[in-house]
């Protein structure tokens, strides 16, 4: 179960920070400021140290889970939009 919440992790760091450094997607200062937390816990999360690795809840399963799922689906959607918008 720990590297289902890793490879989840994994998902919301690459997301996160794509959509921070993506200039088409205007993030304004709040959600630069929300994404790139969620990119830095993300990260902090996946390099914690072993000591730190408790039992993980199945809330926190969820949790991640979900944000990895809504980062993927939000992902696809703008794709979907852009090419829409591009002509292609």
Known sequence: MRM??????????????????????????????GFSGLALGAFLSIFAPARYNAEIERAELMLVL?????????????MRKRMSNDGI
Do not use: E, Q
Request: charged share 5%.
């Open 4 to 33: 289902l919440v890793s490879v989840a992790y994994g998902v919301i760091l690459l997301f996160s920070t794509w959509i921070v450094l993506n200039p088409r997607i205007p993030t304004k200062i709040l959600g630069t400021a």
């Open 66 to 78: 979900s944000a990895a799922v809504l980062s993927v689906w939000f992902f696809f959607r703008w």
